[in-house]
């Protein structure tokens, strides 16, 4: 099992509608997604959830990436799937937009998750990275653009 932080540069600007790790996310899940990759995007909340189905829906035409909220779509869910609850169905990796480790992360053979700029947030991010070490991750760390 191997994790992997992406270290956000900047903090969002005052009447930005989504968080800079939530663009990160989807930019990350379209490029697995093209690599042949089932993803899921889990979200702290429902309304992340939905908040993560618009952004992806406003992606350029030529780089749609099919995706879907949990329990909607085809029978085994688009290639990338999106929820607040755990997965249904297998897939290969996990972008982690939550706050936290979600009890279900073993599952995954790879996880992605993020260190906001924001102190509070790189804290919480700290926390995380211990726990996934505690369950035996291999852990790495990137640079994002963002």
């Known amino acids: 099992m191997h994790a992997t932080f992406y270290l956000l540069k900047q903090s969002n600007e005052p009447g930005d509608n989504l968080p800079a790790h939530f663009d990160l996310g989807c930019q990350l ?3 697995f ?10 979200t702290q909340s429902q309304d992340d959830a939905l908040l993560i189905d618009e952004h992806l829906w406003g992606f350029d ?5 099919p995706h879907n ?3 909607e779509g085809p029978r085994n869910g688009a290639p990338v ?3 607040h609850q755990q997965p249904s169905n297998f897939r290969n990796l996990l972008i982690n937009l939550s706050t936290t480790v979600p009890r279900f992360a073993t ?3 790879e996880v992605v998750d993020f260190v906001p700029a924001d102190d509070a947030q790189k804290q919480a991010a700290r926390e995380r990275y211990k726990h996934y070490r505690q369950l035996g991750f291999q852990l790495t760390m990137a640079d994002s653009h963002i």
């Open 61 to 65: 035409p030529d780089s749609f990436v």
């Open 33 to 42: 997604y093209r690599q042949g990759k089932r993803v899921f995007i889990y």
């Open 69 to 71: 909220l949990a329990g």
């Open 29 to 31: 899940a379209a490029d």
């Open 81 to 83: 799937e999106i929820s």
């Open 107 to 109: 599952q995954f053979s």
